[in-house]
């Protein structure tokens, strides 16, 4: 794990004590940010990185693409559940989840037992010019993925709000946004 250079190890112990060993799960969609602003939490805290859709390619020895191509979305989706069942057993993470996992009742169930969920919430315009610089989002690989994006939105923001904690994340620098999860899941912890 690589220490965040910002935060002094003493600031890092104070951070680790206030919050303890529960997971912190990132939710949200494609670009929000969950991974970037994720690694940057867990070097801020000191905890393990971990990736649903890292631990998803690595295990199948290909991309996200390659495995919708040669498997369909329904095996990637069941993948995805255990794959996130699985590290939800750990303590002291942070996990990114792939933009779809939280939509899994069972899996969004099994987040918010086991877990502190934060949704990254971030508006259309933001997340389209992200998913855009890359091509690596197979679900958007439509006609018109301006509308696919906008549907996947309304279906799924109601979803999301079923997470503990929300952070939204606008053109800030992802230290920023990592460092008001970090307070939205104190707040929430504080409270409990
Ligand atoms: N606060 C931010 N400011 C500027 N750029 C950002 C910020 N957060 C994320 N990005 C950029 O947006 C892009 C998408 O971010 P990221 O891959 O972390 O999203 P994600 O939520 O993990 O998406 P997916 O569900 O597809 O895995 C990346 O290129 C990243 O560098
Ligand atoms: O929003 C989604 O359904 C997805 C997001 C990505 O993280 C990947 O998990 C995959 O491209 C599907
Ligand atoms: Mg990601």
Avoid: C
Avoid at 1 to 22: I, S, Y
Avoid at 145 to 160: A, S
């Amino acid at each position: 794990m690589v220490p965040d250079p910002q935060t002094t190890k003493a600031e890092r112990h104070e951070l680790a004590a206030l919050l303890g060993t529960t997971p912190i799960v990132l939710v949200g969609m494609m670009g929000a940010g969950k991974t970037t602003v994720g690694r940057r939490i867990a070097a801020k805290l000191g905890r393990r990185f971990l990736d649903s859709d890292d631990e998803i390619e690595a295990a199948a020895g290909m991309s996200i693409e390659e495995f919708f191509a040669a498997h369909g979305e329904p095996e990637f989706r069941a993948g995805e559940a255990r794959v996130i069942a699985r590290l939800l057993k750990e303590d002291n993470i942070v996990l990114a989840t792939g933009g779809g996992a939280f939509v899994n009742p069972e899996t969004r169930t099994l987040i918010n037992t086991n877990a502190v969920s934060v949704w990254i919430k971030a508006e259309f315009e933001l997340l389209f010019a992200r998913v855009s610089r890359r091509s690596n989002r197979p679900l958007l690989k439509t006609a018109n993925p301006r509308d696919t994006l906008k549907k996947l939105i309304e279906t799924r923001y109601p979803i999301y709000a079923e997470a503990h904690v929300t952070v939204v994340s606008t053109d800030v620098p992802q230290d920023t946004v990592a460092n008001e999860v970090i307070e939205a899941v104190h707040a929430h912890l504080k409270d409990k």
